[in-house]
């Protein structure tokens, strides 16, 4: 008996049936439009190089080309300090203009107004005697050179308003060096009269007139 029951047990055993566990219900996908589905498809072609190569080549060409330079007046419109205060004024630039000496330019004025048309060792000469009669006081000169020069009727032909040239100006220079320095004079110092010739030359005297039947003692200088 025992043995038919557990047959009849195990008969009914596997006649139930096993329950089976439940599935998580999936969630329902949310529909998607039909244009976003087929939205990879459609932008594909941006990633074609065909595409995109003439744009890329353009931009290479573009970089490659130099920049234009721009104008230094409208890239700093400050002004550059240290170019200003080294770049040289007029005042910088013009050479600098000697005084004029005063004597030098009556000495020339002298020469060039008496001496006009002849040679400058007649000139120069003329020179000479005025600075021998500023230095002279025995036969009544003896003043500064500028009054000597400037004593009326004592010069044949002189104006003191003539203008005088830049050489005879620096040949008067010369003359007065060389008087400061006591250098070898081209006359004596007691030559303190001249005679113009009519052919160019000067005659110097060292009297005005003869005396006590003594002739002058002269001397001609062309």
């Known amino acids: 008996m025992d043995d038919i029951r557990s047959e009849e047990s195990k008969q009914q055993v596997q006649q139930e049936p096993i329950p089976r566990r439940r599935r998580p219900r999936r969630k329902k996908a949310i529909p998607l439009p039909a244009f976003l589905t087929h939205l990879g498809q459609d932008v594909r072609w941006y990633y ?22 721009q104008d230094p007046a409208v890239q ?29 330019a009556a000495l020339a ?20 005697v005025a600075i021998n009669r500023s230095e002279d006081r025995a036969n ?12 009326p ?20 220079l010369n ?13 004596d110092s007691d030559m303190l009269w001249l005679v113009l010739n009519d052919d160019g030359s000067v005659t110097l005297r060292n009297q005005f007139t003869a005396t006590a039947n ?9």
């Open 175 to 187: 003359v007065l060096d060389t008087q400061a320095r006591g250098g070898l004079r081209p006359l």
């Open 109 to 128: 004025r002298l020469a060039d107004s008496v001496g006009a048309g002849r040679s400058d060792n007649v000139k120069t000469i003329i020179m000479w």
């Open 76 to 104: 700093d419109p400050t002004p550059d300090i240290s170019a200003v205060e080294t770049q040289p004024t007029e005042e910088q630039t013009e050479p600098t203009q000697e005084p004029v000496n005063e004597e030098a």
């Open 48 to 69: 074609d190089i065909r595409l995109w190569s003439p744009l890329l080549l353009l931009i290479l060409i573009l970089a490659l080309l130099p920049g234009k330079k």
């Open 214 to 222: 003594q002739k002058w003692r002269e001397k001609t200088v062309k």
């Open 153 to 172: 009727n004592q010069w044949q032909g002189y104006d003191e308003n003539a203008p005088y040239s830049a050489g005879t100006y620096a040949m008067a």
């Open 140 to 151: 009544g000169y003896g003043q500064s050179l500028l009054d000597e020069i400037a004593r």
